[in-house]
């Protein structure tokens, strides 16, 4: 056998790992239905804001933590504490994905999120 | 249908626009035959007649480029393009971003490199000419199809690309039943009179980093074609190595150009984003890492293949799977599959198929060359297009068949290429250069193949949830990991940055490693005993290095073994490449292009590894707790500061003086007190505050020589500086106290004689002075808000203004049921504040300079290939 194929095989093999890795790493897209069926792990869920909740919020209070009501694809609201400086736009996200899990109190504990905004197109057609 | 004339509209640079879309595409098609043709004929007119096709062709895309300028120069708002990305207030200098922040835009830009390189090539002749012409058209006619806009008379719904020289008012006919038109009078013929402006730049890309940063990169991603052309040609005429020779300077440019690209776009993001630092594994930087690191893999192969003649079939992948994963990178980045996993992908402009089709046209196309029969060619070329034809019938990508049909396709060209070139049989040695630069090539495969599976997973997601078994292999497993799979619910890792880490730091301790070593072996066969020798210096100079770097740099083998050895690596390259430099090129520069390259690369490693192991949070809260429900590794990495109230911040005292607004951008002062060195400085990280999008920082940085402190405001209230708001009415007896603003306010009493501190003008008028003391910490003030008659009737105020505690008072003598009471009236101005991080990057020196020696270093080998293939 050439020493080449041995290098080949090897390659090959850790390249399989690698692919296998990324499956094993995954994490999973949820509703907050099966987050709660696993209180404590990390999921990432898809969620709207409700904005007739409310957002509750005090930059003096405190600059990294605000809480709103998130609504999932199943139509569930959620208590979701997030723990990140508000980004300012949120009031305007479309869509927010959060990163986080359910807590002993059944509230959604956020440790990340990225906001999806309207493109600016959107809007001001009607403001011009 | 009736028909109107609109007023003040410049419909004449449009529709030159597009004729010039159409000419271009037309023209590349032609063109593309017409060399085609004379790849198979040799006939002098059909070269003459391509040639001249090309011509055309190229002043057909200088004149779309040339038609946007103006639409966007001229604040032509009637077109969809300017509206959306331009407006008035742009300086000259940002409206050449204007091009590359709609999709249409870039692709124009791409457009524009390629007919560039192909001039070049065109302008020197060769025999590869015409086949890598032909192909380089044929790419050409499909990325000016993206920009055509036409919509397909038999298939409704369906549009042939997206163009930028559409109206505003063909996109959005509403803008003609704006309700201003009604209420102004306005005829809809005269739209143009409300449309005054447009929506304007993002932000963002009003950067400098940001003028260059895409032309370079959409530079690079236009070079990668042209390996991959000649690589193709040499399938094609069936000249299967000589193409390696010209293409290897191309395949080294495309290397250079690329890279430069790549880390510009580091340099913006870390100068002007506030995700902290200049490399987020985001899906859309991987996507353009991912060809980098294979085309530098390809090229190592291809100088393999120069001086051995081995590793040809690993040569052909490499450069053709270059281009397939540049455009893989553009269906990521603009069909929209990547939607929420990254921040800053474009929507999808409809194009998503066609730019499907695109890629698959180009991983079919070597495929098909690789027949050497012509016949068997057209027969691939048939089941090829049988196929196409079935998926539109079928109205959607079928995946299996494609898959299937993909996965043939890819067995076919293996086996085309043993079948018109046999293997080299002979033994490798071991101790061969080309055996080790083989084995580095392949883990740099590696490093690129893991980058590639898990940006991939949203398009895994799509292909597994279309493919029924793996709900069948869920049924029989019951691995969750299966039904996620079924459901296309894979998701990114949670901590996707460690993800990567852990997986590409192994491989960058091999590729260091290697790149130290490779260079000592010779070609064929080397001498084990001037090896050894080699090999002992640089390894024991190596660890020297690394154990005087490690206090250097405070990095210890209890922050992590595999750190220590990442360093060790990085520094075994540099030595390694040194050593060589001076051992065996003996400063020959000419020849020392590989070397210095590689020690950019160790030197750029070190500065990633400092940067990133050593990068601390220095905005570390630690006022706030989140409470009892959370774990401490749910960090703070954000203070609050209050206006002129200093902050401890680790060595440093920052205080947040105050802002100033210039143009859209509001830049807040924060000044640093350095403790430890008593030296003092100010930053202003500025934010732009956009309506949808929300507040837009961007970072200011103090540059030390051996580390950066990096801040950026996270949030700031919205009022303006010195605004007063309304604090509310208060209605009290004499004596009585509240807290305003936080201070004490008492009413102490109510004059009605003047004091000193009132002009004589209001000598003879009635007046009711209230004395009202403002108690702010240690200090107390007395404000007299005065209520005034005149002459029995007229009433006015004058309020007055506690400076300190930022309250305004007014006062109004009141009657309730018959008592005096008064009406103290505040406002306030609340305290100012910034919310925002700062993060100390020690040592990010090392990676710009690793970088440019790198570039340098490329540059060289360059040279010295062009200069070999001249003799």
Same mark, same amino acid.
């Given at each position: 056998?050439?020493?080449?194929?041995?290098?080949?095989?090897?390659?090959?093999?850790?390249?399989?790992?690698?692919?296998?890795?990324?499956?094993?790493?995954?994490?999973?897209?949820?509703?907050?239905?099966?987050?709660?069926?696993?209180?404590?792990?990390?999921?990432?869920?898809?969620?709207?804001?409700?904005? +007739?909740?409310?957002?509750?919020?005090?930059?003096?209070?405190?600059? $990294?933590?605000?809480?709103?009501?998130?609504?999932?694809?199943?139509? +569930?609201?959620?208590?979701?504490?997030?723990?990140?400086?508000?980004?300012?736009?949120?009031?305007?996200?479309? $869509?927010?994905?959060?990163?986080?899990?359910?807590?002993?109190?059944? +509230?959604?504990?956020?440790?990340?999120?990225?906001?999806?905004?309207?493109?600016?197109?959107?809007?001001?057609?009607?403001?011009? | 249908?009736?028909?109107?004339?609109?007023?003040?509209?410049?419909?004449?640079?449009?529709?030159?626009?597009?004729?010039?879309?159409?000419?271009?595409?037309?023209?590349?098609?032609?063109?593309?035959?017409?060399?085609? @043709?004379?790849?198979?004929?040799?006939?002098?007119?059909?070269?003459?007649?391509?040639?001249?096709?090309?011509?055309?062709?190229?002043?057909?895309?200088?004149?779309?480029?040339?038609?946007?300028?103006?639409?966007?120069?001229? %604040?032509?708002?009637?077109?969809?393009?300017?509206?959306? %990305?331009?407006?008035?207030?742009?300086?000259?200098?940002?409206?050449?971003?204007?091009?590359?922040?709609? *999709?249409?835009?870039?692709?124009?830009?791409?457009?524009?490199?390629?007919?560039?390189?192909?001039?070049?090539?065109?302008?020197?002749?060769?025999?590869?000419?015409?086949?890598?012409?032909?192909?380089?058209?044929?790419?050409?006619?499909?990325?000016?199809?993206?920009?055509?806009?036409?919509?397909?008379?038999?298939?409704?719904?369906?549009?042939?690309?997206?163009?930028?020289?559409?109206?505003?008012?063909?996109?959005?006919?509403? @803008?003609?039943?704006?309700?201003?038109?009604?209420?102004?009078?306005?005829?809809?013929?005269?739209?143009?009179?409300?449309?005054?402006?447009?929506?304007?730049?993002?932000?963002?890309?009003?950067?400098?980093?940001?003028?260059?940063?895409?032309?370079?990169?959409?530079?690079?991603?236009?070079?990668?074609?042209?390996?991959?052309?000649?690589?193709?040609?040499?399938?094609?005429?069936?000249?299967?190595?000589?193409?390696?020779?010209?293409?290897?300077?191309?395949?080294?440019?495309?290397?250079?150009?690329?890279?430069?690209?790549?880390?510009?776009?580091?340099?913006?993001?870390?100068?002007?984003?506030?995700?902290?630092?200049?490399?987020?594994?985001?899906?859309?930087?991987?996507?353009?890492?991912?060809?980098?690191?294979?085309?530098?893999?390809?090229?190592?192969?291809?100088?393999?293949?120069?001086?051995?003649?081995?590793?040809?079939?690993?040569?052909?992948?490499?450069?053709?799977?270059?281009?397939?994963?540049?455009?893989?990178?553009?269906?990521?980045?603009?069909?929209?599959?990547?939607?929420?996993?990254?921040? %800053?992908?474009?929507?999808?402009?409809?194009?998503?198929?066609?730019?499907?089709?695109?890629?698959?046209?180009?991983?079919?196309?070597?495929?098909?060359?690789?027949?050497?029969?012509?016949?068997?060619?057209?027969?691939?070329?048939?089941?090829?297009?049988?196929?196409?034809?079935?998926?539109?019938?079928?109205?959607?990508?079928?995946?299996?068949?494609?898959?299937?049909?993909?996965?043939?396709?890819?067995?076919?060209?293996?086996?085309?290429?043993?079948?018109?070139?046999?293997?080299?049989?002979?033994?490798?040695?071991?101790?061969?250069?080309?055996?080790?630069?083989? @084995?580095?090539?392949?883990?740099?495969?590696?490093?690129?193949?893991?980058?590639?599976?898990?940006? &991939?997973?949203?398009?895994?997601?799509?292909?597994?949830?279309?493919?029924?078994?793996?709900?069948?292999?869920?049924?029989?497993?019951?691995? *969750?990991?299966?039904?996620?799979?079924?459901?296309?619910?894979?998701?990114?890792?949670?901590?996707?940055?460690?993800?990567?880490?852990?997986?590409?730091?192994?491989?960058?301790?091999?590729?260091?490693?290697?790149?130290?070593?490779?260079?000592?072996?010779?070609?064929?066969?080397?001498?084990?005993?001037?090896?050894?020798?080699?090999?002992?210096?640089?390894?024991?100079?190596?660890?020297?290095?690394?154990?005087?770097?490690?206090?250097?740099?405070?990095?210890?083998?209890?922050?992590?073994?595999?750190?220590?050895?990442?360093?060790?690596?990085?520094?075994?390259?540099?030595?390694?490449?040194?050593?060589?430099?001076?051992?065996?090129?003996?400063?020959?520069?000419?020849?020392?292009?590989?070397?210095?390259? %590689?020690?950019?690369?160790?030197?750029?490693?070190?500065?990633?590894?400092?940067?990133?192991?050593?990068? *601390?949070?220095? &905005?570390?809260?630690?006022?706030?707790?989140?409470?009892?429900?959370?774990?401490?590794?749910?960090?703070?990495?954000?203070?609050?500061?209050? *206006?002129?109230?200093?902050?401890?911040?680790?060595?440093?005292?920052?205080?947040?003086?105050?802002?100033?607004?210039?143009?859209?951008?509001?830049?807040?002062?924060?000044?640093?007190?350095?403790?430890?060195?008593?030296?003092?400085?100010?930053?202003?990280?500025?934010?732009?505050?956009?309506?949808?999008?929300?507040?837009?920082?961007?970072?200011?940085?103090?540059?030390?020589?051996?580390?950066?402190?990096?801040?950026?405001?996270?949030?700031?209230?919205?009022?303006?500086?010195?605004?007063?708001?309304?604090?509310?009415?208060?209605?009290?007896?004499?004596?009585?106290?509240?807290?305003?603003?936080? &201070?004490?306010?008492?009413?102490?009493?109510?004059?009605?004689?003047?004091?000193?501190?009132?002009?004589?003008?209001?000598?003879?008028?009635?007046?009711?002075?209230?004395?009202?003391?403002?108690?702010?910490?240690?200090?107390?003030?007395?404000?007299?808000?005065?209520?005034?008659?005149?002459?029995?009737?007229?009433?006015?105020?004058?309020?007055?203004?506690?400076?300190?505690?930022?309250?305004?008072?007014?006062?109004?003598?009141?009657?309730?049921?018959?008592?005096?009471?008064?009406?103290?009236?505040?406002?306030?101005?609340?305290?100012?504040?910034? @919310?925002?991080?700062?993060?100390?990057?020690?040592?990010?020196?090392?990676?710009?300079?690793?970088?440019?020696?790198?570039?340098?270093?490329?540059?060289?080998?360059?040279?010295?290939?062009?200069?070999?293939?001249?003799?």
């Amino acid at each position: 056998m050439k020493s080449t194929h041995i290098v080949i095989l090897v390659i090959i093999a850790v390249g399989i790992a690698a692919i296998l890795g990324t499956y094993g790493d995954a994490s999973t897209t949820v509703s907050f239905k099966e987050a709660a069926e696993n209180p404590g792990k990390s999921f990432h869920v898809k969620t709207y804001l409700v904005k +007739e909740k409310g957002i509750e919020f005090n930059a003096e209070i405190d600059p $990294e933590k605000f809480i709103f009501y998130g609504k999932d694809g199943n139509g +569930e609201v959620r208590k979701v504490i997030c723990l990140k400086e508000k980004p300012q736009g949120f009031e305007h996200a479309e $869509e927010i994905k959060l990163i986080g899990h359910v807590n002993g109190a059944n +509230e959604f504990v956020a440790t990340d999120l990225q906001t999806k905004c309207p493109s600016k197109y959107e809007n001001e057609i009607q403001d011009i | 249908m009736e028909t109107i004339t609109f007023n003040g509209e410049h419909l004449a640079a449009g529709n030159w626009g597009h004729f010039f879309v159409v000419l271009s595409f037309i023209t590349a098609i032609f063109g593309a035959i017409a060399f085609a @043709v004379h790849v198979k004929s040799q006939n002098e007119t059909h070269r003459q007649i391509a040639r001249a096709t090309f011509f055309i062709h190229f002043i057909s895309v200088l004149g779309i480029i040339i038609s946007l300028f103006l639409i966007i120069y001229n %604040h032509y708002f009637e077109y969809q393009y300017a509206w959306q %990305h331009s407006s008035l207030e742009l300086p000259t200098h940002y409206m050449i971003s204007c091009f590359w922040e709609g *999709q249409e835009g870039s692709f124009l830009l791409w457009l524009f490199w390629e007919a560039v390189l192909g001039m070049v090539i065109m302008l020197k002749p060769s025999q590869w000419q015409s086949p890598v012409l032909a192909i380089v058209l044929l790419s050409q006619a499909v990325l000016s199809s993206m920009l055509l806009g036409i919509e397909i008379p038999f298939l409704t719904d369906y549009k042939f690309g997206s163009s930028p020289f559409i109206l505003l008012r063909e996109v959005d006919p509403s @803008v003609l039943q704006l309700p201003v038109l009604t209420m102004q009078g306005i005829a809809k013929a005269d739209y143009m009179q409300v449309i005054v402006n447009g929506t304007g730049l993002n932000p963002l890309l009003q950067n400098y980093w940001m003028v260059i940063h895409p032309p370079t990169l959409f530079f690079g991603f236009a070079t990668t074609i042209i390996p991959f052309a000649y690589a193709v040609s040499g399938l094609w005429t069936r000249k299967y190595k000589e193409w390696m020779k010209p293409a290897l300077p191309w395949a080294l440019t495309s290397v250079m150009v690329l890279g430069a690209g790549i880390i510009m776009g580091g340099v913006w993001a870390y100068e002007s984003l506030s995700f902290g630092g200049y490399w987020a594994w985001d899906p859309v930087e991987n996507a353009s890492l991912i060809p980098w690191v294979v085309l530098i893999a390809g090229v190592h192969v291809m100088v393999i293949n120069r001086v051995t003649g081995s590793s040809l079939i690993l040569s052909y992948l490499l450069i053709i799977g270059t281009f397939i994963l540049v455009l893989y990178a553009t269906f990521l980045t603009r069909s929209g599959v990547l939607g929420d996993t990254s921040v %800053h992908s474009f929507t999808d402009l409809g194009l998503s198929q066609q730019l499907l089709v695109f890629l698959l046209m180009f991983v079919f196309l070597p495929v098909i060359v690789s027949f050497k029969q012509t016949r068997a060619r057209w027969i691939y070329f048939g089941v090829m297009l049988v196929l196409f034809v079935i998926n539109i019938l079928v109205g959607k990508f079928i995946v299996w068949l494609n898959l299937l049909f993909l996965l043939a396709s890819f067995i076919l060209f293996i086996q085309n290429f043993y079948a018109h070139l046999p293997l080299n049989k002979k033994e490798e040695s071991t101790f061969s250069r080309e055996f080790w630069m083989f @084995v580095g090539s392949l883990v740099l495969l590696l490093s690129a193949i893991q980058v590639f599976s898990t940006t &991939s997973i949203p398009v895994f997601n799509k292909i597994t949830a279309s493919l029924g078994m793996f709900d069948w292999l869920y049924n029989i497993t019951g691995l *969750q990991k299966f039904q996620d799979m079924a459901n296309g619910n894979v998701a990114q890792d949670i901590d996707v940055i460690r993800h990567y880490n852990s997986w590409q730091l192994p491989f960058a301790v091999i590729i260091a490693l290697l790149s130290g070593i490779t260079q000592f072996f010779a070609y064929k066969k080397s001498s084990k005993r001037a090896l050894l020798k080699n090999f002992t210096i640089v390894f024991i100079t190596s660890i020297v290095l690394t154990a005087v770097l490690m206090p250097v740099f405070k990095l210890w083998f209890s922050t992590g073994i595999l750190l220590i050895l990442f360093l060790f690596a990085s520094t075994f390259a540099i030595v390694g490449n040194s050593w060589f430099i001076y051992k065996a090129l003996r400063f020959k520069w000419k020849l020392s292009g590989a070397a210095l390259a %590689h020690i950019g690369f160790g030197l750029m490693m070190i500065g990633v590894l400092v940067s990133s192991a050593k990068k *601390q949070v220095i &905005s570390e809260n630690k006022l706030y707790s989140y409470g009892d429900n959370f774990s401490a590794s749910e960090n703070r990495e954000n203070i609050l500061l209050y *206006q002129n109230q200093p902050f401890n911040m680790a060595q440093y005292v920052v205080t947040y003086k105050g802002d100033t607004t210039i143009g859209p951008n509001t830049f807040y002062e924060v000044h640093y007190y350095d403790t430890i060195r008593d030296q003092e400085f100010s930053l202003y990280p500025n934010a732009q505050y956009n309506e949808n999008q929300g507040l837009m920082p961007n970072p200011d940085t103090r540059h030390y020589l051996t580390r950066d402190i990096y801040t950026h405001v996270s949030l700031v209230p919205k009022s303006g500086e010195g605004e007063w708001e309304a604090d509310g009415k208060h209605t009290m007896a004499i004596g009585d106290t509240m807290i305003v603003n936080k &201070s004490l306010v008492i009413l102490e009493g109510v004059d009605r004689t003047l004091g000193d501190t009132i002009s004589k003008q209001l000598a003879g008028h009635d007046l009711h002075i209230a004395r009202v003391k403002v108690i702010t910490g240690d200090s107390a003030v007395v404000a007299k808000p005065v209520f005034g008659i005149k002459d029995g009737q007229g009433i006015y105020n004058i309020y007055s203004v506690a400076e300190y505690a930022k309250i305004r008072f007014n006062y109004m003598p009141k009657e309730v049921e018959g008592e005096l009471m008064h009406e103290i009236e505040t406002d306030i101005q609340p305290q100012r504040y910034i @919310v925002m991080k700062a993060i100390a990057f020690p040592y990010i020196n090392l990676l710009w300079t690793g970088t440019i020696v790198m570039l340098l270093g490329f540059f060289m080998a360059i040279r010295r290939r062009l200069k070999e293939n001249r003799k």
